[in-house]
């Protein structure tokens, strides 16, 4: 599996195991995997466009990947 298969594996268990919402941080999920912050926000974006997962507090996700402030942390909700 590649690092950005294992990221969203990671994701989609937080918000299972969290009874369905958590809040994640991109920041040591990069360090984790050694992917860029960018990328985990972008597999988060890619997440959510195929409606696996809702990321609470953004209208769109083109305008997460491009301003979001790194170290934040984001809540995300899983869906069914």
Sequence with gaps: MTPT???????LRL???????????PGRLSAFYHLPEKCVRQELAKLARENRIRLAGWR????????AQEGTLVRVDLLD
Excluded: G, K, Y
């Design 5 to 11: 298969e294992l990221l969203s594996r990671e994701i």
């Design 15 to 25: 918000a299972r195991v969290t009874q369905r919402s958590a809040f994640i941080s």
């Design 60 to 67: 769109n996700t083109e305008e997460f990947v491009a301003e």
